[in-house]
């Protein structure tokens, strides 16, 4: 930006002013000092125009000083903030990351569980198949076996005599034995 002169009037007096800033805002700021000398002058009626304007500058660096303690004071704020909140966006990535691992575990697992109840229902259907077919035997074979043990048993303790039957009309005309 360009220096420009600017004359302003403060309490009567004519000062030449260099600035980059617009005239209109420099004389803004003349028109202020000015104000603020006069309220000066009216607090305190002894005191000379160099008075006010020493008492003015006071004021008016003292209210910077404070201006500049509390923007430090927001900065710092706001800088606790930004790190707080990329903390949070950190916080926030590492829980989707997470989230997103269950939810893939999650699929995975409805994936299986959907094949087991799947391989269950087989394993149903067939058991279900083996009991229709073992149910409609007049008498399985277990049952068979013990049966034929008993009776085993039973012909040793009465003192069985194995007989054999032979029948006359056999299609080829030899004598087949038939055991009991």
């Known amino acids: 930006m360009e220096k420009k002169r600017i004359s302003v009037q403060i309490e009567g007096r004519n000062y030449a002013l260099i600035s980059t800033d617009e005239e209109e805002y420099v004389k803004e700021v003349a028109a202020e000092i000015s104000d603020h000398i006069h309220k000066v002058a009216q607090q305190g009626k002894r005191l000379d125009t160099r008075d006010c304007a020493v008492l003015t500058a006071l004021d008016m660096c003292d209210d910077r000083n404070k201006a500049n303690r509390r923007i430090k004071e927001v900065v710092d704020k706001a800088d606790k903030i930004i790190r707080q909140s990329n903390e949070l966006n950190k916080s926030s990535k590492e829980y989707k990351d997470k989230l997103t691992e269950a939810i893939n575990e999650n699929t995975r697992l409805t994936k299986r569980v959907r094949t087991l109840e799947e391989q269950l229902a087989s394993v149903l259907r067939e058991n279900e198949k083996l009991k229709k077919a073992t149910d409609s035997r007049p008498e399985d ?14 012909e040793k303790l009465m003192g069985y005599v194995p007989m054999e039957q032979y029948s006359l009309f ?8 038939k055991k009991h």
């Open 141 to 154: 074979e277990k049952a068979r076996a013990e049966k034929n043990i008993k009776e085993k048993k039973n």
């Open 170 to 177: 056999d299609e080829d005309g030899k004598k087949k034995k």
